[in-house]
């Protein structure tokens, strides 16, 4: 190790494919949030629901996603399905996957903001007319956000990171081009020193974002 010669001119080279693994790696994260967020809101009324039928459901739901790992999930979506005659590519096998799971985490994050408003918020909305889509639109909804922002911010954190599972079936997300290139290469260490390096100035970008939106969206007032 003490002899060992690093070759940046090979990352150099080779860093526009890089950054096109980057890309792939948020755009998957991204829209398995986008979806995972508008599932989890429903999973978490669900679980609020009186209704046995819906409750069970989304709880069986936030259940197995919560307490199965990532990559078994993974792989039942590109191996489980393939063997009933449905074939997901590395990168919808990998987008299913993190909706799955971000759905069943973000759904107690939900369940917890909802229960955190007072019901007598919602009385008084009631009592001005509204009616329920009005109530969670113009109420509830905006509190519930200002209060699981943060826990909803470390969950698209977690989606970048486990995004890099996809290496192990095939996807082209900045962990797949890395051990793509230093296969072809041999500069195993530069290589994967490089992606570090890119994983964390994502995860650091998005938490700056995060905190940019917080200050204009909620005046800096996010608990």
Known sequence: MGN?????????????????GAFTTVHVSVLSMLVGIVIAILLALGK???????????NTWVEVARNTPALFLIYMAYFGLGAYGIHLSP???VLSALIFINAGYLAETFRGGFQSIPHTQYSAAKSLGMN??????????????????HPMTNQFV???LMSSLGILVGMNELS????RLQSTSFRTLEFFIVAAAMYFVITKLILLISSL???KVFKGEVS
Request: hydrophobic share 45%.
């Open 213 to 215: 939106i917080a200050k």
């Open 4 to 20: 060992y010669e690093f070759h940046w001119n090979v990352v150099v080279d080779a860093f526009p494919q890089l950054l096109t």
């Open 91 to 93: 990168y919808f096998s």
């Open 48 to 58: 609020m629901s009186n209704t046995k039928v819906f409750y069970y459901m989304a």
């Open 158 to 160: 977690w989606s970048v």
């Open 176 to 179: 797949g081009e890395t051990q």
């Open 132 to 149: 329920n889509v009005k109530v969670y639109r113009y109420v509830i909804l905006p509190q519930m956000f200002r209060r699981i922002y």
